[in-house]
């Protein structure tokens, strides 16, 4: 039976290459993929996908109106398809998320979602809540920070190398730099909002 799988990690630890690989794994075999990327990050060129390593591929691009479902199966109504690759699934919406569960389910298709968990404040990103939620697997990929130790953060840093605080949860083309939890203070960076006792 076909499963959702979620990827996650924190930047900068291969999650588009992963995605890359299996999409080349599955083409090598003759079996069709249908890959999707947001329309919002267009770093190197609308439509692609790219890891920084150089390997590309082209992707259909979607926005929040994108109805992944209808899409899907309109791939499915012309030729079978075998895989369907999300990167930055993110950015995905809840509804997206949910078609998603849909070509699972009524497709039997796999569908692998490669993405963030929390943004720059630690703050969960919609995509990722539900499919942190529906997904039949949940696959971390390993990010290495500073000193070597296991880093699951995302700091986001100006043009001059410093911390950002504060703004949209949503700016592409920013420096990030993955953190642990405590080199990230996340007390400091999330608006949940908590003040420890002195002491």
Known sequence: MAKLYFYYSAMNAGKTTLLLQSNYNYNARDMTT????PKLDDRYGVGKITSRIGLQA??????AEFDLFADVS????????HCVLVDEAQFLTPQQVLQLTLVVDRHNIPVLCYGLRTDFRGEPFPGAIYLLSWADELCEIKTIGAGGKKATMNARLDDKGERVWSGDQVAIGHNYVSMT???????RASPVGYTPPEG
């Open 34 to 37: 249908l890959l999707y990327t």
């Open 74 to 81: 309109k791939h499915v109504a012309a030729r079978p398809v």
């Open 58 to 63: 082209d992707a259909s691009i979607y926005d």
């Open 181 to 187: 939890r405590r080199a990230f203070q996340l007390d």
